[in-house]
């Protein structure tokens, strides 16, 4: 399987936990995105990564939200002291490049849930 | 601020008929547009994108778009409808021109197909 991959696929935890996710995406796209979900609502924006530089993150992304990707490839990212809003699907995708080539593939998606 | 608007929360129609899934959408400048099927607890499937040119644009599955230019809308279409693209549809745009790449959706349209 080539596409996009996350793990865990599914993450039940208390309020005041650290969790992690990881992605992987497609072999030699140098572009990496995190998005949220929330449910009724579309993919919201977090953070990006063109090869290991975090170019952009949004307002979104708390100071409890830290995403990394080190050698260019994976990806992760870490919410500590969770709460019962970041309950949500986690969403990554990878893409090429920009410009007219800029078609992001999406992972399964983590599924979080703060009790 | 970029924003996509997906007028219709759901869209029922029968199997065998046409179907219309609507977008409109308010950006700076001239976008790059996008559509995205969500089926239950999975991740986004890219469908298709307009980048530039004819104004109708092909897709998988049978999907096609049409980009009007003066009413910013890219809506989704399809001329017979099949129980199984019963699924969540998101309407997306990136700006052109932008180094980053990042995807604004919409709320997403329930499509169901009814036998």
């Known amino acids: 399987d080539t596409g996009v991959s996350q793990d865990p696929r599914h993450k039940i935890t208390k309020r005041g936990q650290n969790v992690t996710f990881r992605c992987d995406p497609i072999?030699?796209?140098?572009?990496l995105y995190w998005y949220r979900q929330t449910l009724g609502q579309g993919p919201e924006f977090l953070t990006y990564?063109?090869?290991?530089?975090?170019?952009?993150k949004s307002r979104l992304l708390s100071d409890r939200f830290s995403a990394e990707r080190p050698k260019g490839s994976f990806s992760t990212l870490e919410i500590q002291r969770t709460e019962q809003g970041d309950s949500a699907m986690y969403l990554c995708?990878?893409?090429?490049?920009?410009?007219?080539?800029?078609?992001?593939?999406f992972g399964p998606g983590t599924r979080l849930l703060v009790l | 601020a970029q924003s996509v608007a997906q007028p219709e929360d759901q869209v029922n129609v029968a199997e065998g008929n046409p179907l219309t899934v609507k977008c409109t959408y308010s950006?700076?400048?001239?976008?790059?547009l996008f559509w995205y099927v969500q089926y239950p607890n999975r991740g986004l499937q890219f469908l298709l994108k307009?980048?530039?040119?004819?104004?109708l644009v092909k897709g998988s599955y049978g999907f096609e778009a049409e980009f009007n230019k003066s009413q910013t809308s890219f809506h989704l279409k399809k001329p017979s409808a099949l129980v199984s693209d019963s699924a969540l549809y998101f309407c997306?745009?990136?700006?052109?021109?932008?180094?980053?790449?990042?995807?604004?959706f919409g709320r997403g349209t329930q499509l169901t197909v009814w036998p």
């Open positions: 990564f063109q090869n290991e530089a975090q170019l952009e």
């Open positions: 950006v700076s400048g001239n976008p790059y």
């Open positions: 072999s030699e796209h140098n572009r």
């Open positions: 997306a745009v990136s700006l052109r021109g932008s180094t980053l790449g990042r995807l604004y």
């Open positions: 307009y980048i530039t040119g004819d104004n």
């Open positions: 995708a990878s893409s090429r490049g920009g410009g007219r080539e800029e078609t992001q593939y």
